[in-house]
C-alpha cells in the first residue's frame, strides 16, 4: 500500500464527520493554512529546517510539540477530542495515520486563518480540502457543529459569532498525509526573518516563498493591554524586547535560549498576534514560483 492511500481510520473519520455536517458545499476558492513558529527547535534543528528534511507536515501526535496545549497521548485530552469528533476512528490508529490541524481561511487574512499558533503558515492546495473536516469553535471546546467540503455551514455560524481576533477561526483537521512537495500552494512568512537562517530554509522548499506585511509591537503599546493575558507577560515582553520593540524573531530568539518558560513566550505571543498585526488586509508579496510543474511522484 503507498504511504499515499487513505488508511481505513481516515476514511472513517471522513466517514463520520460528513454524517454530522450540513449546509452547502464550500467556495472552492477559499483555503486551510497551517500557521506555525518556524523558528522554535524540534531535537536541537528550527521546526522549518526540520520540515525541509522530512517533506511531511505531521501532527503533535508524532512530533510531541504544539503551539497549543501539550495533550497528545492515549488518555489526554486532545486524543480524547480526536475519539469523539471522528467516532472513534483513531483510537488504534498508528500516530503518523492522525490528521494535522489548522483553519479555514474564510476571511481570506494575509497572516493566515489562525495566527494564534504562529506568525508563519502553509497555504494547502485547493485538492486537501476534500480529505479535510471542520468544526467550530475550536475542538478544546468540545464542539457540536462541524462541516466537510460538501457540506459546511460552519461559516455562517463562525460570521454570526463575537470573538477575540486570536479564537476567530475555523478549525480544520487535515486527513492524510500532508506532503509538502505536493499539497502546498505557498510558504508565508513575517518579513523580521529576512536575511536568517528561517529564509534559507524556506528556500528548500519546492512551493512559492511569500511574505505578509508582518506583526510588530512596541513596549509602549504592549503595557498599555495588561489584562489581556497579565502583567507578568507584559513585563517578559518588555525584558525580550529589542530597542523596544517585539517582531516574531525576537520572541524566536528568546525561545531558543532555553531561559524562558515556552509557556510564558506563547502569552507574549499572543500579544504580538493580537495587538502587533500590520495592515493585515495588505496581500502577501510572493518572492519565488518554483513549484515543480511535474506530477508529484507517489
Not at 476514511?11 to 463520520?16: G, P
Not at 530597542?243 to 532555553?258: K, M
Request: glycine fraction near 8%; hydrophobic fraction near 35%; include cysteine.
Amino acid at each position: 500500500m503507498s504511504a499515499d492511500t487513505p488508511r481505513p481510520s481516515q476514511e472513517r473519520a471522513l466517514r463520520h464527520v460528513q454524517a454530522l455536517s450540513s449546509g452547502k458545499p464550500l467556495d472552492a476558492h477559499l483555503r486551510v493554512t497551517l500557521n506555525f513558529h518556524p523558528d522554535r527547535l524540534i531535537g536541537g534543528l528550527p521546526i522549518l529546517a526540520k520540515l525541509a528534511d522530512d517533506g511531511v507536515y505531521v501532527s503533535q501526535f508524532v512530533t510531541g510539540t504544539s503551539n497549543g496545549g501539550m495533550t497528545a497521548h492515549p488518555g489526554g485530552d486532545r486524543w480524547r477530542w480526536e475519539s469523539r469528533i471522528f467516532g472513534g476512528a483513531y483510537d488504534c490508529a498508528p500516530a503518523h495515520e492522525r490528521p494535522v490541524y489548522g483553519a479555514l481561511n474564510f476571511r481570506r487574512k494575509p497572516v493566515g486563518a489562525a495566527p494564534r499558533f504562529g506568525s508563519a503558515h502553509f497555504r494547502l492546495a485547493a485538492d486537501t480540502l476534500p480529505r479535510s473536516t471542520f468544526c467550530y469553535p475550536d475542538s478544546f471546546f468540545e464542539p457540536s457543529a462541524f462541516g466537510v467540503a460538501s457540506r459546511m455551514a460552519l461559516i455562517e455560524l463562525a460570521e454570526d459569532d463575537c470573538q477575540d481576533a486570536l479564537d476567530d477561526y475555523i478549525e480544520t483537521q487535515v486527513h492524510g498525509p500532508v506532503r509538502l512537495d505536493r499539497d502546498v500552494e505557498a510558504l508565508v512568512l513575517d518579513p523580521s526573518y529576512r536575511g536568517t537562517a528561517v529564509e534559507a530554509a524556506a528556500h528548500r522548499f519546492p512551493c512559492l516563498i511569500e511574505w505578509h506585511a508582518g506583526f510588530r509591537l512596541t513596549t509602549e503599546h504592549l503595557r498599555r493591554h495588561p489584562d489581556y493575558r497579565g502583567q507578568q507577560y507584559v513585563d517578559l515582553g518588555t525584558e525580550i524586547a529589542e530597542s523596544g520593540r517585539l517582531d516574531p524573531r525576537v520572541i524566536g530568539e528568546a525561545a531558543c535560549t532555553g531561559r524562558y518558560d515556552p509557556q510564558a513566550l506563547k502569552k507574549v505571543w499572543h500579544y504580538l498576534a493580537r495587538f502587533g498585526s500590520v495592515a493585515s488586509a495588505e496581500a502577501p508579496t510572493a518572492i519565488s514560483a518554483r513549484r515543480s510543474q511535474e506530477p508529484a511522484s507517489s
